[in-house]
């Protein structure tokens, strides 16, 4: 079993930075790509974007193209995601997933393993 634990959300001004982690323990052995996804009040879980197993590629949202950055760091098996220029419209839930392969695009049923996720709230 994999657990992943969201950290790094908070509030912060509209065109503020905030770099989310998310770090597993357990069987990371049995994972390999991660995404990011976000749900705002209201609305249905996004895709904002997801990284290789080894890190190497990335994969995001077109609406989140520019101002998300997603990185990997097997090492530590933790998975960051910097927001960049907040917008009140990013306020969300933001949740990390992982998956057993190497899947890392918008279906989040493809995703085996989930974490509880990190409130944002950006405030204008």
């Known amino acids: 079993q994999v657990r992943l634990v969201e950290s790094g959300g908070g509030l912060v001004q509209a065109g503020g930075s905030l770099r989310l982690s998310c770090a597993a323990d357990?069987?990371?052995?049995?994972?390999?790509?991660m995404g990011w996804f976000r749900q705002a009040p209201g609305k249905e879980r996004e895709f904002v974007g997801g990284?290789?197993?080894?890190?190497?590629?990335?994969s995001y949202a077109r609406t989140m193209k520019g101002r998300f950055t997603i990185s990997k760091d097997n090492a530590k098996n933790t998975v960051y995601l910097q927001i960049n220029t907040l917008k009140p419209e990013d306020t969300a839930v933001y949740y990390c997933?992982?998956?057993?392969?190497?899947?890392?695009?918008?279906?989040?049923?493809?995703?085996?393993?989930w974490g509880q996720g990190t409130q944002v709230t950006v405030s204008s």
């Open positions: 997933a992982a998956d057993r392969g190497n899947y890392f695009g918008p279906v989040a049923g493809a995703y085996d393993y």
């Open positions: 357990g069987r990371t052995d049995s994972m390999s790509a």
């Open positions: 990284v290789s197993g080894t890190g190497g590629s990335t």
